[in-house]
């Protein structure tokens, strides 16, 4: 492949940018994007820290409703002890069953709960934050790794024309040698180039999969097998808009960035957690209520009663010696236990009552929580300054790297056309005799190195694009 061969194949790699692959198992960028969101592990446990804190927040929104408890017992008791249903001293076996249902509700705590309700919420939100934030990273890191396979596609084929080229001139020169017509120092440098160019490409190609390699990874795929990335349609390269500013990014990044939004929101949520820190040393004020009811087996009742003769005896005398008899009637009762669910529905008792705690000393205990709220409070301040700072600073750098990218990729597009028409002129005067194969390899080399910088410097250029449009809350698409 001589020169201009050379040259038309490459214009005709630069054009196949406007086409999309057709095959079956190609990935778009936007593919890559959403299968990564989709699998990552990092972003699988940021949704289980937003699960985690909803849970939370339901837990708080439950403490504003009453607590239910139930006991049910039964205890044997045998020797010398306090029967449980008449309360006196009794010595013999006896069971018992209790049935109790005790709720609670707080009617006061000082806004305790509200505070703490609120806070739950920030936290939720910022937790989705954070969501946000590790998918939009991932989504970089897929775009700079789908970018990176691109730029290498495209250097191996630029190697790999390069090579065609040197094996063309490396075959006719060695014809011309052995017609005698060329020397063979011409021919042993053509030869030493083609072997320099080969070594290039396969450099140029272990860099290849290398990129393949890191995107599929990122992808949590199993296997490098059938997998290719689609080419995104791009006709040209996007400019720069003239009035673009790190400050006037900065104001739009500012509403659309999470971590931005998460640390506002975890500010707030200090703040009622220090409220709710503070409500701790207000008297409390707490509704109970109870029902309860038992059985024992000493609790009888009587089925049945027999008279038999009367018993007389003699009780006393009286003045004149005649002796006093007393009747005692002869009566005897059958006794058996009250039935079960009787003496349930029989010994059933409720209660109802309102408490009043007054905090006075728990050993410093409100004090310290208030200071470490007051202190965690301080350090959301400061880890919200902290991200702006950040931001602002990201922003900084993505601007002066668009800019800087963007006049590298149009220094090298003027690099491309002169060392284009060089090499032209070169080939006219290699075939002329006028130069030696040195300097024409030299001038092809030259053209070489140049549209591999061009490359290079093309997708950079259009990564940067990429990381102002993310700032700014566009979609990362071509």
Known sequence: MNPIAFRWYWLAVLSFLSMTSQGQNSWSMQQCVQYALEHNLQV?????????????????????????????????????????????????????????FNATMSVFQGFQLQYLLSQSKLNFMASRKDLEKIRNDISLNVVAAYLQVLYNQDMT????????????????????????????????????????????????????????????????????????????????????????????????ALQTQPEIQGSRFRLQAAEKGLAAARASSYPRLYLSGNWNTNYSTSNKQVTGVSYGAPDIFVSGFTSSGDSVYTVSPNVSTTL???????????????????????????????KTNVSRARIAMQQSKLNDELTRNNLFKSVQQAVLDAV???????????????????????????????????????????????????????????FRVKVLDFYQGKPLTF
């Open 157 to 252: 084929a630029v190697l790999q024309g390069q090579v065609s080229a040197t094996a063309d001139q490396a075959n006719r020169m060695k014809r011309m040698y052995e017609l005698g017509s060329a020397s063979k120092a011409n021919y042993l440098d053509l030869q030493a180039q083609l072997a320099n160019d080969s070594a290039s490409l396969i450099s140029g190609q272990t860099q290849l999969d290398q990129s393949v390699l890191t995107l599929v990874q990122l992808l949590e795929l199993d296997s490098l097998q059938d997998f290719s990335v689609a080419r995104p349609e791009v006709a040209t390269v996007p400019g720069l808009s003239e009035g673009l500013s790190a400050e006037a990014v900065f104001t739009v």
């Open 44 to 100: 699988k446990q940021s949704a289980l820290n937003v699960d985690q804190s909803k849970a939370d927040q339901q837990q708080q929104y439950a403490s504003f409703i009453p607590s239910l408890n139930g006991q049910i017992g039964h205890n044997y008791y045998w020797g010398r002890f306090i029967d449980p249903y008449t309360n006196n001293y009794t010595n013999q076996q006896v069971q018992s069953s209790s049935i109790g």
């Open 336 to 366: 058996s236990d009250v039935p079960f669910w009787d003496q349930l529905n029989n010994n059933r008792g409720s209660g109802l009552g309102l408490t009043l705690q007054l905090p006075i000393f728990n050993n410093w205990n409100v």
């Open 404 to 462: 800087n990218t963007h006049r590298k990729y149009e220094s090298n597009v003027r690099s491309v056309s002169s060392l284009r028409e060089a090499a032209d002129f070169n080939k006219q005067r290699f075939e002329l005799g006028l130069i030696n194969t040195y300097e024409y390899a030299i001038a092809a080399n030259n053209l070489a190195r140049a549209e591999v910088n061009l490359l290079q410097a093309k997708y950079e250029y259009l």
